[in-house]
């Protein structure tokens, strides 16, 4: 962050922790980390429950895609929802929020390479979607993530990104992994996403 002319602690570190058992997990636990990322609802239930009751301040943010089905779950158990990315889950995560308890933070995932393979709305029908999300259903947006496309130089997505964050006033930026996570920061990351690079 430094390097690139921000702030020190403006770049959130998130451990992305699926597939790894709760010894590896517990060793990034005991470093005082507390910011993770898990991919499957159902997995993280298994793990995070129990640990957050010997860790306290854990935050957790669900960064793989979200079947509608699990809403609630999710809800009840992550801090933010990385993946909040068409209208159906967006109608349901409202509903859930409507509910008393937990309200966690929302990021849109956008899929700047348009690769229908991948979840994530495409940048063409973001706009409005992120419009829909907070001025209909009052999700609290607070911010984009993507993944760029394995083949393809990552700098254009991340730029589209930022711009599109920019133009909605969106002050968070979920983009970088273990392979590119120095470009993320550069390009206005705040938070970047990292599994091997921590975990092997
Ligand atoms: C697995 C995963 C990561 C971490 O990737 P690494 O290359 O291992 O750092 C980040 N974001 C998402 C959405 C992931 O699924």
Same mark, same amino acid.
């Given at each position: 962050?430094?390097?690139?002319?921000?702030?020190?602690?403006?770049?959130?570190l998130v451990a992305v922790s699926k597939t790894q058992? %709760?010894?590896k997990?517990?060793?990034v636990?005991?470093? #005082?980390?507390?910011?993770?990322g898990?991919n499957?609802?159902?997995?993280?239930?298994?793990?995070?429950?129990?640990?957050?009751?010997?860790? $306290?301040?854990?935050?957790?943010? %669900?960064i793989? /895609?979200?079947?509608?089905?699990?809403?609630?779950?999710?809800?009840?158990?992550?801090?933010?929802? #990385?993946? !909040?990315?068409?209208?159906?889950?967006?109608?349901? =995560?409202?509903?859930?929020? #409507?509910? /008393?308890?937990?309200?966690?933070?929302?990021?849109?995932?956008?899929?700047? #390479?348009?690769?229908?393979?991948?979840?994530?709305?495409?940048?063409?029908?973001?706009?409005?979607?992120?419009?829909?999300?907070?001025? !209909?259903?009052?999700? /609290?947006?607070?911010?984009?993530?993507?993944i760029?496309?394995v083949?393809? $130089? /990552?700098?254009?997505?991340?730029?589209?990104?930022?711009?599109?964050?920019?133009?909605?006033?969106?002050?968070? %930026?979920?983009?970088g992994m273990s392979a590119d996570f120095?470009?993320?920061?550069?390009? =206005?990351? !705040?938070?970047v996403r990292i599994g091997t690079a921590i975990f092997g």
């Amino acid at each position: 962050a430094l390097a690139s002319g921000r702030e020190r602690g403006a770049v959130r570190l998130v451990a992305v922790s699926k597939t790894q058992p %709760l010894s590896k997990v517990g060793a990034v636990l005991a470093t #005082g980390h507390r910011l993770f990322g898990e991919n499957r609802v159902q997995e993280a239930e298994a793990k995070w429950p129990i640990l957050r009751q010997n860790f $306290p301040g854990i935050e957790l943010h %669900l960064i793989g /895609p979200l079947q509608t089905n699990k809403v609630r779950q999710a809800v009840a158990l992550f801090d933010a929802i #990385g993946t !909040t990315d068409r209208p159906g889950l967006a109608h349901a =995560g409202a509903d859930e929020r #409507g509910r /008393p308890g937990r309200r966690p933070r929302c990021f849109t995932q956008v899929n700047p #390479g348009e690769d229908p393979k991948k979840a994530a709305i495409f940048p063409a029908e973001a706009d409005s979607f992120i419009d829909h999300c907070r001025s !209909t259903l009052g999700l /609290p947006i607070e911010g984009l993530m993507c993944i760029p496309p394995v083949d393809e $130089p /990552p700098a254009p997505h991340f730029a589209l990104l930022a711009e599109m964050a920019r133009r909605h006033g969106l002050p968070c %930026l979920s983009m970088g992994m273990s392979a590119d996570f120095e470009l993320a920061v550069r390009m =206005g990351a !705040t938070h970047v996403r990292i599994g091997t690079a921590i975990f092997g």
